[in-house]
Each structure stands twice: as C-alpha cells, then as structure tokens.
C-alpha cells in the first residue's frame, strides 16, 4: 500500500517555465490537498478537490492550476513559473472533510525556479 | 478553524517523558483537536486526535483539559525520531460545505538531546 506519492521528488525550473506536480493516492479517498511549504513556515493550502472533477481555492491559489480527472490523482500546474514560487510542495488526501477524519500526506516535491 | 497557540521549541532528553502543550481558548464544541508531526525533510504524519476525552494510541497520548481550552501531547518516552514540528490544529466536526484541509501554524519545534 503506497499511500500517497509524489512525482518528481525534486525539479529545477527556469523562470517562465511550465510544470505539472502529480500526486496519486491508492486509498480511495475523496478528498485531496495540494499545500505549499516555505522556509520555517507552516503549510498552506493552495488548491484542493472534494471528489472527482471538482477543484477549489485555497488560501494561496495565485499562479496554479489543479486538475482532479480521476479520483486517485491530483495534479498541480505552474503555467509560468516565478521565484516566487519556490517551495516544498506537499500533497494530502483523506477519506472524508469532517474532524473526525485523519489526512495522509505526501513526501514533498521541492521546487527550485532560477 | 479556530486558532492554536503552542510554544516555539521545546528540548527533552532521550528516553523520558515529553508534555507539548497547546492553547485553544476559542474551541467550539464541535471541534476536534489533532495532532500532525514533521520529521527533517519529510511530509506531515498524523499522530492523533481526539474530542472531549483523553486518547491512547500506540504514537503518543492526548490529554484534553476539563473545559477543553487547553491540551497536551505526550510522548511517553522520547526516542531521537521524534525530533520533529509538532502541529496542534482544530478541525470542525461538522464542516458545513467546506473541505478546506488542515489550517498549519507554526509548530514547536521538539530538539530531543541524547
């Protein structure tokens, strides 16, 4: 059982350049989570996915798009990368939203835009 | 999600007991308390949650104050791993229409000395 995977595990991009992160998850799980992680920071939601073809806005959507067309995998795009976006990339599903509910994670993707 | 207040770094030696406290003066009596953890380098992990009552697992214990404002993770004897961010966070258990994911702080830092 893999849980929750990320690919790439790590990428150079220049500035300008495009991307897609994508996260896949064999738990059958309904919700997924794309966060972002800077330095000494928490994590902060960017987009996520309530169930197959629905994506929302997170706390810091500006500059990525997400796609959900199948229930296990969440992918996360960068149309046009800036430093800015420099960061962990980290992934997250669960079974349900409620608080009764535990998430799963990923094991980061870092982004490195030059 | 209501806010959390938890200390900036915490240092413990190997093999004894570990208390990590954390504030929540404005729970709702739906909220669930949990708690996440991330290791160096790694994604979160989940390590419990719980509502009104104190929780065992094979992680850690939570003990949640009478008039739930307060809690306090406990590690019952500290091992080098559990070097990592502690994350204390609320989440609702009845999530009106939102899926909004986990709201991170900041974290205590735990720097366990051998």
């Known amino acids: 059982n893999a849980g929750v995977t990320q690919t790439p595990k790590f990428r150079v991009l220049k500035t300008g350049q495009s991307m897609t992160l994508l996260c896949a998850q064999d738990?059958?799980?309904?919700?997924m989570y794309w966060y972002r992680q800077d330095p000494g920071m928490g994590l902060r939601l960017i987009h996520y996915?309530?169930?197959?073809?629905?994506?929302a806005k997170g706390e810091v959507p500006d500059g990525y798009n997400v796609s959900r067309l199948k229930k296990q995998n969440f992918l996360l795009g960068l149309e046009s990368a800036a430093p800015s976006q420099t960061s962990v990339y980290f992934c997250?599903?669960?079974?349900?939203?409620?608080?009764?509910?535990?998430?799963?994670f990923g094991q980061g993707t870092r982004l490195t835009v030059v | 999600d209501a806010k959390t207040t938890q200390p900036n770094s915490m240092e413990s030696n190997e093999e004894e007991p570990v208390h990590l406290p954390c504030n929540h003066s404005?729970?709702?009596?739906?909220?669930?308390i949990h708690w996440y953890r991330q290791l160096p380098s790694q994604g979160p992990e989940y390590v419990i949650h719980?509502?009104?009552s104190n929780v065992n697992n094979r992680m850690a214990s939570l003990a949640i104050a009478e008039d739930r404002k307060s809690s306090t993770l406990i590690l019952h004897r500290a091992t080098l791993r559990d070097a990592a961010v502690y994350y204390c966070?609320?989440?609702?258990?009845?999530?009106?229409?939102?899926?909004?994911?986990?709201?991170f702080g900041k974290g205590t830092h735990l720097i366990i000395q051998p």
């Open positions: 997250a599903s669960s079974y349900y939203y409620t608080g009764n509910t535990e998430a799963f």
């Open positions: 738990m059958n799980h309904e919700y």
């Open positions: 996915s309530v169930g197959e073809g629905t994506t």
């Open positions: 404005t729970i709702s009596g739906t909220d669930y």
């Open positions: 719980g509502l009104t």
């Open positions: 966070i609320l989440r609702d258990s009845y999530s009106g229409g939102g899926a909004d994911g986990l709201t």
